[in-house]
């Protein structure tokens, strides 16, 4: 008797992974120029579920309004034109393959839309970490919002990749529940979500495919990442519902710096200097373990939150949205600042264990009565997470 095939014995299989999205906490704008940036893995979940079976290859994204199926052939002879090895070194896209899998998907040249690059870089992936054509159906739903800066297309990347390396056992996912016995899977998924992430964004720094897979928080200086362990932090996330342009304003930071350097650069150092020592306070948090500890530890970074949104305004960043937010969040007790480029966009609320339930309802309350978005989550969330209780 002949033994299975890897399509047979993987035939009906069903597996459903997990990815947090991401927040910066300190190092907004001041990361293009060399220094520390802080970002915090966000509780809000992009979740996918992957089929195997069939006699097509489908991709569903409700959430962006994507919904395609390709029938196994027509995979298999993209899969021989592109003439991928089957070895497990990570794939970047190359201009050559791009352009096989564009006429594949009848996608033209240069292509910018943010549904035609989820679908370029599924084929990418697909191709690059299946050892063979596998009949499967993908189904990715978020709780993030798409464009915000909030990670979803890195959650996307991580989600697909720990999918993918787990059904062609290259990883083992149901590792990820046992204690310190993973870093070699992170790395690897990390590393295959980077090379989905350079498709949408081109050079992206690391950071939003780090937090995603690595979960906690993510220290990034000069194009170095360190992943570090942090327990959850209970926030709240404000949309301001006002639209950005992060180009724009990263721009704005270097005219303004170029005018008044004298001026720009000794904020700029400060802003390197809250990167670091919220670094050191979030790490005091793993040996806060009382609540009297607790409160001190977030009042200390209380204090940083309120330093670093006068310097963001300061350099321009800032927005009457914003500054609105912020007075908001002070009324009851909070202390908020944005998130990301600024300029409308995202605010964050962090949460004191000492700030009572009535009072983060009043905000809410408050914040949604004038117009803005929130939901109340947590950051220093879980990575990327197996979940096999189907």
């Not at 000794?266 to 806060?288: M, Q, R, V």
């Not at 339930?357 to 969330?381: F, M």
Request: charged share 20%; hydrophobic share 40%; aromatic share 6%.
């Amino acid at each position: 008797m002949t033994s299975e095939s890897e399509p047979q014995k993987k035939a009906f299989q069903v597996i459903r992974v997990s990815a947090p999205g991401k927040v910066i906490l300190h190092g907004e704008h001041s990361v293009v120029y060399g220094k520390r940036a802080i970002a915090l893995s966000l509780d809000l979940r992009t979740r996918l579920t992957a089929a195997v079976g069939g006699d097509s290859v489908s991709l569903d994204l409700p959430d962006v309004d994507i919904k395609k199926t390709w029938p196994i052939e027509t995979v298999m002879e993209l899969w021989k034109n592109l003439g991928y090895t089957k070895d497990e070194k990570i794939k970047t896209l190359t201009e050559e393959q791009s352009h096989f899998i564009r006429s594949f998907l009848n996608f033209g040249e240069g292509i910018t839309d943010p549904k035609d690059l989820a679908i370029l870089s599924f084929f990418h992936l697909y191709i690059s970490i299946l050892h063979e054509p596998l009949p499967i159906s993908i189904t990715v739903g978020s709780q993030l919002p798409t464009g915000a800066g909030l990670g979803s297309s890195a959650a996307y990347a991580v989600c697909l990749s720990g999918a993918l390396l787990h059904l062609c056992d290259h990883i083992d996912l149901s590792k990820l529940s046992l204690p310190n016995s993973h870093p070699d899977i992170l790395k690897t998924v990390s590393e295959w979500a980077y090379a989905s992430e350079k498709i949408v964004h081109g050079t992206p720094s690391g950071i939003d495919n780090s937090v995603c897979t690595y979960g906690g928080a993510v220290s990034f200086k000069a194009g170095n990442i360190e992943p570090i362990h942090v327990p959850p932090l209970k926030v709240l996330l404000v949309n301001t519902l006002v639209p950005r342009s992060t180009k724009a304003l990263v721009a704005g930071v270097r005219e303004r710096k170029e005018r008044v350097r004298a001026v720009v650069e000794p904020i700029l150092t400060s802003l390197d200097a809250i990167a670091d020592k919220g670094l050191e306070i979030l790490c005091s948090l793993k040996n806060a373990n009382v609540y009297d500890e607790q409160v001190a530890v977030h009042e200390a970074l209380d204090e940083l939150i309120d330093i670093n949104q006068a310097l963001l305004c300061a350099i321009g960043v800032s927005h009457p949205s914003l500054d609105k937010l912020v007075g908001i969040a002070k009324s009851h007790g909070l202390h908020a600042k944005l998130t990301g480029a600024g300029g409308g966009g995202f605010g964050i609320v962090v949460v004191s264990p000492k700030i009572t339930k009535s009072a983060i309802d009043a905000c809410c309350d408050e914040l949604r009565q004038s117009g803005y978005d929130v939901w109340c989550t947590s950051v220093g969330a879980p990575g990327i997470s197996f979940h096999n209780d189907i």
